[in-house]
């Protein structure tokens, strides 16, 4: 099984005023995981201590922070910045942005990033809470995500509460009438085999220690991402970890239609891998 590393984490924050559901996400994965935080400034250059003592306010040593100033917004700054500082993870939330661009557009920039980054990315709209006690894994039916299986399993391991016995992580695949909804139809049967597969295959990989109740099953809806949303909100999930790449080969700057639906539809954190992390 494959241990959680964030030895080096990136949150992109307005200097003149941080979005802060970003930036605790970020202090609170530096502090469960013992990496380092590294803010990346952006927006006019400005003095970084009321940054710093925000910072210190979320209770991290300012030891364990490296800020770095970044300039405008821009995919290209956030990106070139987690290359340089060799990030395990992209922290990105709501931020105030430069006249006339709103929420939309910082929320186009955020899928424009996890498009395009080798490294997963949190997008988090409210709030992360750790522990975590359920996560929910969406795979498709034509290749399962072997990636976000993965990370999923490392992150569900190291954020669980520890001894919680009631930590779990589900893995489901979601069937509309299209692709074969009904529980008999030879669709439907296919698609709870690659569930149980995936199941198998992760509870193997994460072995006794991991301390995670492994489960899964393949729910009906009209429409994928709907039905992924749905299922989070029916099953109290409180992250869902999902691969950028969809059923249809994707272009290197899209992140898949199910997937950015999904960010559309929820407030939940959304952690969104990229093939081969």
């Avoid at 306010?57 to 490296?66: F, H, K, R, W």
């Avoid at 405008?72 to 992209?90: G, P, Y």
């Avoid at 994460?206 to 899964?216: E, M, N, R």
């Avoid at 109290?236 to 969809?246: D, N």
Wanted: charged share 20%; aromatic share 2%.
């Amino acid at each position: 099984m494959r241990l959680l590393r964030l030895d080096s984490i990136l949150v992109p924050v307005s200097v003149a005023s941080p979005g802060l559901s970003a930036l605790k996400a970020a202090v609170a994965l530096a502090k469960a995981a013992g990496g380092t935080l590294h803010v990346l400034e952006m927006g006019p250059p400005s003095d970084a201590s009321d940054l710093r003592r925000i910072v210190r306010g979320l209770g991290l040593e300012t030891s364990d922070v490296a800020l770095y100033p970044g300039g405008a917004w821009s995919a290209e700054v956030v990106l070139k910045a987690a290359i340089t500082r060799k990030a395990d993870t992209i922290v990105l939330g709501p931020q105030p942005m430069e006249q006339g661009r709103d929420a939309h557009a910082f929320r186009e920039l955020a899928m424009d990033i996890a498009a395009r980054a080798t490294a997963p990315c949190l997008l988090i709209d409210d709030e992360l809470r750790l522990p975590i006690g359920r996560f929910l894994v969406p795979i498709d039916t034509s290749t399962p995500e072997r990636s976000a299986l993965a990370v999923a399993l490392s992150w569900a391991s190291a954020l669980r509460r520890p001894g919680d016995k009631d930590a779990t992580l589900e893995v489901v695949h979601i069937r509309t009438p299209a692709h074969g909804a009904s529980a008999d139809a030879p669709e439907g049967d296919g698609a709870n085999r690659l569930v149980a597969e995936a199941v198998e295959a992760i509870r193997t990989e994460a072995g006794s220690w991991a301390g995670l109740s492994i489960v899964g099953g393949a729910p009906t809806a009209e429409a994928v991402a709907a039905g992924i949303v749905a299922h989070a909100v029916e099953t109290r999930a409180e992250l869902i970890v999902i691969g950028t790449r969809g059923r249809v080969e994707q272009t290197r700057r899209t992140l898949g239609s199910v997937s950015a639906e999904v960010i559309a539809r929820t407030r939940l954190p959304v952690l969104l891998v990229p093939p081969g992390v």
